[in-house]
């Protein structure tokens, strides 16, 4: 079973970039979709991309198509997620997942996952 954890997270100000990482170990990475997801205080965690194993299909909730891109590069079983133009609304802890279900505009968790790890925090603010 793929295990992922979280990284690159940081204190940004408003317009600022980053470019966080999700990492698996455990088996093999390329075989799996990656969904990542982000949760702010006192929100419930939402979807926001997700992408196939092979990188071909990327997905974006509209809250961050523009502004946030996906990709991998299964020699290094990584998935990434570059945040440009952070708004202080982007503030929240970053979580990756295996397997999600991205379909009709939706992203969410593959049902009964429960193996989510401690995230990586972003912070916007001036």
């Known amino acids: 079973q793929v295990q992922l954890v979280e990284s690159w997270g940081g204190s940004v100000q408003p317009g600022g970039s980053l470019r966080l990482s999700c990492a698996g170990s455990?088996?093999?990475?390329?075989?799996?979709?990656v969904g990542w997801f982000r949760q702010a205080p006192g929100k419930d965690r939402e979807g926001i991309s997700c992408?196939?194993?092979?990188?071909?299909?990327?997905y974006y909730d509209g809250s961050v198509e523009g502004r946030f891109t996906i990709s991998r590069d299964n020699a290094l079983d990584t998935v990434y997620l570059q945040v440009n133009d952070l708004k202080p609304e982007d503030t929240a802890v970053y979580f990756c997942?295996?397997?999600?279900?991205?379909?009709?505009?939706?992203?969410?968790?593959?049902?009964?996952?429960?193996?989510w790890g401690q995230g990586t925090q972003v912070t916007v603010s001036s």
């Open positions: 997942a295996p397997d999600p279900v991205c379909v009709d505009s939706r992203i969410d968790p593959r049902p009964g996952y429960n193996s």
């Open positions: 455990g088996s093999s990475l390329a075989s799996h979709a």
């Open positions: 992408i196939n194993g092979s990188g071909h299909s990327r």
